[in-house]
């Protein structure tokens, strides 16, 4: 779940933002609730900030003493995952946003589950995009969180997490068996290495996926979720697997990897769905009876953070169809026309203030 975060200082960022809002509400007509969306970009940073600084100082003593284990399972990019992406923005982006529905701060406890969460993720996807474990092999990890059946120290590492998780998290039993639809929304994605899929099958396999991984990183939280809740996140996190295949469809290219957005001829449709994705969930709100604050203080956080960067980078792809027949064809695009490039201050501000 790279969602290519900011990582400015908040004052500096701020200053930008509001010497700039007034000139970007009046240039572009989508730009909308500039002021509303300084503070929510203020309290991004913030819990960046504050993460950054929980992994400086409870997780680096873990990273440090896996480094000293060389037996080259672990390498940079492994240890970029969890401090830069996955242990930085599951808690910091995902955990904020679960206590900002229901109106108030994450423990400590959650923090430290939420973290071992994330950095657990990367480790995990390896196993099967990298390590090419068999499925027994995973199981027997994710069964077996506290014994000494690993002998490979990215397998520690996870177990290490994973351990941590269960201890910190609301329901251990809930965790295990979120972690468990996940390992099987996983299995059923390796069918997208074949490049055979319909295009109903694709959808199924990107929208469960991202579903059930929201609701894995959900369960390490109090209260449990009730029905609706459930709901929610389910489809919040198939438009955020949607987002997730949009930033990386160069590296997926490469990889010969499936995904809406390598099989499509047209961005357009894409659009479409990830906006009535986006609106489903918003309808949610109105029929189930959330508190219209917090939830709008939660849509707002994930639009900045993940939405309305996955819509500049459709925008970019989009534009792409006029060199290539008016058809989006993935594999006439240099890198730099399928990569958007979300630290340039210019998305950052696009990002900040657009509205659906």
């Known amino acids: 779940m790279d969602h290519r975060l900011f990582r400015l200082p908040d004052r500096f960022l701020q ?25 929510t970009v203020g309290n991004i940073l913030r819990n960046l900030s ?15 003493e896996a480094q000293n284990k060389i037996d080259g399972s672990l390498n940079e990019d492994d240890f970029k995952k969890i401090n830069r992406y996955y242990g930085l923005a599951v808690p910091a982006i995902l955990g904020e946003a679960f206590c900002t529905l229901q109106g108030r701060k994450m423990t400590s406890r ?22 090419f474990l068999t499925d027994e092999a995973v199981k027997q990890l994710m069964n077996n969180p506290d014994a000494d059946i690993s002998k490979r120290s990215n397998e520690q590492l996870f177990n290490r997490f994973y351990s941590i998780a269960l201890q910190h998290c609301a329901d251990p039993l809930l965790l295990r068996k979120s972690l468990e639809k996940v390992f099987d929304a996983q299995v059923k994605s390796k069918a997208q290495s074949n490049g055979k899929l319909s295009t109903e099958s694709l959808q199924s396999i990107t929208f469960e996926k991202g579903g059930l991984s929201l609701l894995f990183y959900r369960s390490a939280f109090a209260p ?17 697997q949607l987002c997730n295949d949009i930033f990386d469809v160069y590296k997926d290219r490469e990889a010969g990897i499936q995904t809406m957005i390598t099989d499509t001829r047209h961005i357009s449709p894409v659009r479409e769905i990830l906006y009535q994705k986006i609106m489903h969930c918003r309808a949610v709100q109105f029929s189930k009876g959330f ?25 970019q792809l989009e534009a792409n169809e006029q060199s290539t027949g008016n058809q989006f064809n993935v594999h006439a695009y240099s890198r730099a026309q399928l990569i ?8 950052k501000l696009r990002s900040a203030f657009r509205s659906f």
Request: proline fraction near 4%; charged fraction near 20%; aromatic fraction near 12%.
């Open 15 to 39: 200053r930008r933002l509001t010497l700039a809002v007034p000139q970007l509400m009046q240039k572009t007509p989508y730009y909308k609730g500039g002021w509303k969306a300084i503070g």
């Open 224 to 240: 449990l979720l009730t029905s609706t809740e459930e709901t929610l996140f389910y489809e919040l996190g198939a438009a955020m």
């Open 50 to 64: 504050e993460q950054q600084k929980f992994l400086s100082a409870q997780v680096a003593p873990i990273l440090q």
């Open 340 to 347: 958007c490039d979300m630290d340039t201050m210019k998305n």
């Open 110 to 131: 959650e923090r430290w589950a939420a973290t071992a969460q994330g950095a657990m993720t990367g480790l995990f996807d390896d196993f099967f995009d990298k390590d």
């Open 291 to 315: 508190d219209p604050l917090h939830f709008q203080r939660l849509f707002d956080y994930l639009s900045v953070s993940i939405f309305n960067r996955a819509m500049i980078c459709l925008d």
